[in-house]
């Protein structure tokens, strides 16, 4: 039995779930997000709760396909209802970031600014030296974050970068000079 998998989704009073079709389609007050279920797992719906089965519990890769998919209808449901966000902080003389319409514009000691363009249904928030991405889809706000962060990783000397607020970036010692004799 898989853990995670047996555990009910509760489903909120402001949240409709569609299931047809091998598809689950969620919608509630911050949007809409649907998902195509994989062909060895299934979902019912009984009152407001949403309970995710395989055929055969004892087989290795149905119970993680399980655990998974419960996971991954629960995240639709806590982002259509609550949503999901990532702080990013930008470290260095300099560096900052401009929100212009949809794109986010990186000054971060290149010789250009990279532009960076919002996927549809994010939103970004810039203050001072912190960037917060967010959105319904988990995945989405993740992925993002993620490729905002690859313009410039924080470099482990200096602590200059884009890095997450929760991130810890690990410091090395400069080289020291060779005493003469």
Known sequence: MSRI????????????????????????????????????????????ELNVSVGNANDKKQRSLWGLWRKLIANMVTGVTEGFSKQLEINGVGYKAVLQGDKLVITVGYSHPVEYSLPEGLTAKVEKNLITISGADKQLVGQAAAE?????KPEPYKGKGIKYVTEIVRRKAGKTAAKGE
């Open 5 to 48: 998998g047996k555990q009910p989704i509760a489903i909120p009073d402001s949240v409709t779930v569609t299931i047809a079709n091998g598809l689950v389609a969620v919608k509630g007050p911050k949007g809409e997000l649907s998902q195509q279920l994989h062909p060895l797992v299934s979902v019912a719906q009984t009152g407001s």
């Open 148 to 152: 905002i962060r690859s313009v410039r």
